[in-house]
Every structure is written in structure tokens, then in C-alpha cells.
């Protein structure tokens, strides 16, 4: 199966240029500098601004998958919630996975930022100077659907991992914190 037998492919809003900062914008803009290393969209950074068109845009809805079509990581982003009304910059494109297509969004993420998708899109990016993945690319992507059960397995199992690397990421930061404040009664006596 390909990823377009499950998912349908959505564009982009189409930005005119840089996107534009205003203060009292009724939507906010979603960039790549928004993805937090973890994959997670770090939803207080993103920009307020006014989202014009001839076509209504596609907002974001839970559930939706982002995908970073540009530069040099092109990971999937799963979309538990969406706290409010939002869109994508022309760096991504938007899956939302078709209805009685039998798979979860999450593990279609999960599965496209695993090593074989990975190579696939290596394989497949275009450009020298800034990487990307053409729509028809990602369109082709193969996709393996397994068991509702086992597809629910491995994104508790994917979720339990991420809390995990969470807790330890807090542990380093406290214990970096106590180090500091050892440092400091020691050292500047």
C-alpha cells in the first residue's frame, strides 16, 4: 500500500512571502522552527497573524499528521490536539488520513519517522542547497497497515517512550540545576 491509499495530501496556506506578524491575528502559523526536537509543535511560539484567501484554509484539526517537506529533516508530526485555530506554512504539507482507510494517524507518523521511511525520503530529496520531498514523492511512500491492535501497541508504546525521554530531559535539567547551585556555594566563597 501506498501512503496515498490512506492519507489524503493537503497543501500548505499560501503564504505571500515571509508570514506576517499581527498582534491581535485571529489564527497562528505553524513553521519549522515551531517543531521542537522532539518532534512536538511548540505551540506557544507560533506566530499571530490574519490568514486571508480566496479558498477557506485548511485549518489544523486533531489527529492531522504535519510533514516537512523542506530542509534537511523531513519528519511526520502527529496532532493529538489543537489548541486553536491554526495553519501551516508552505514548509509542510497536511495528511489527514481518509475515512475506513483502517490505520491510525499516529502510527502512519510514527511509521513515516522510522529508519525505512527515512531512507526512502534520503533517497528521494531534491535540491542541493535546501532538500525537499515533492508531493508525488511523499504520495508514493509504502506504507504497511498491520492489525488495529498492533497498530494501538506501538503508539502507546511510541508515547510511553517520549514521556520517558521527557522525565529524563526534566531529571538533567534538576540535577544541572543542583550542580550549579554547588558550584556556586563553593566556588564563590
Do not use: C
Not at 489544523?60 to 517537506?69: A, E, H, K, R
Not at 510514527?110 to 527515512?118: E, K
Not at 508515547?159 to 556556586?184: D, G
Request: proline share 7%; aromatic share 6%; no cysteine.
Amino acid at each position: 500500500m501506498k501512503l496515498s491509499d490512506a492519507v489524503n495530501i493537503l497543501p500548505a496556506h499560501p503564504f505571500r512571502g515571509s508570514i506576517e506578524e499581527v498582534a491581535d491575528g485571529t489564527a497562528r502559523a505553524v513553521q519549522m522552527k515551531d517543531i521542537e526536537d522532539d518532534g512536538a509543535v511548540a505551540w506557544h511560539s507560533l506566530v499571530r497573524t490574519e490568514v486571508a484567501g480566496r479558498r477557506e484554509p485548511n485549518w489544523l484539526q486533531p489527529q492531522d499528521i504535519l510533514f516537512l517537506v523542506r530542509g534537511s529533516r523531513n519528519i511526520a508530526v502527529f496532532l493529538d490536539s489543537v489548541p486553536f485555530p491554526a495553519v501551516i506554512s508552505p514548509h509542510f504539507l497536511l495528511l489527514r488520513v481518509a475515512p475506513g482507510a483502517g490505520v491510525l494517524p499516529a502510527f502512519v507518523a510514527w511509521q513515516m519517522n522510522q529508519l525505512p521511511a527515512q531512507r526512502y525520503f534520503e533517497a528521494s530529496a531534491e535540491g542541493s542547497v535546501q532538500r525537499s520531498i515533492r508531493k508525488a514523492v511523499l504520495a508514493d511512500l509504502p506504507l504497511v497497515i498491520p492489525s488495529p491492535s498492533t497498530q494501538q501497541a506501538v503508539v502507546r508504546l511510541a508515547a510511553a517512550a517520549r514521556q520517558e525521554a521527557e522525565t529524563y530531559r526534566k531529571l538533567i535539567a534538576n540535577r544541572e540545576q543542583e550542580l550549579r547551585a554547588v558550584a556556586s556555594t563553593i566556588l564563590n566563597r
